[in-house]
């Protein structure tokens, strides 16, 4: 009855998800290639983290 009011944790993942996969793509662009792979690197994680709670 009152999971309505929970808040839900993967959506939150997956918005840090989306910003982390924007902060690599513009490192990539300004040629930044250490900086894209460490931000590349922890949105898997992230994406590992969301989907191991939705499963």
Do not use: H, N, Y
């Not at 839900?8 to 840090?16: I, N, V």
């Amino acid at each position: 009855m009152f999971s309505l009011f929970k808040s839900d944790p993967a959506k939150k993942l997956k918005k840090q998800l989306a910003q982390k996969q924007e902060q690599a793509m513009l490192a990539q662009r300004s040629g930044d290639i250490r900086k894209f792979a460490t931000l590349t690197e922890e949105s898997q994680v992230l994406a590992d983290e969301i989907k191991r709670l939705e499963s």
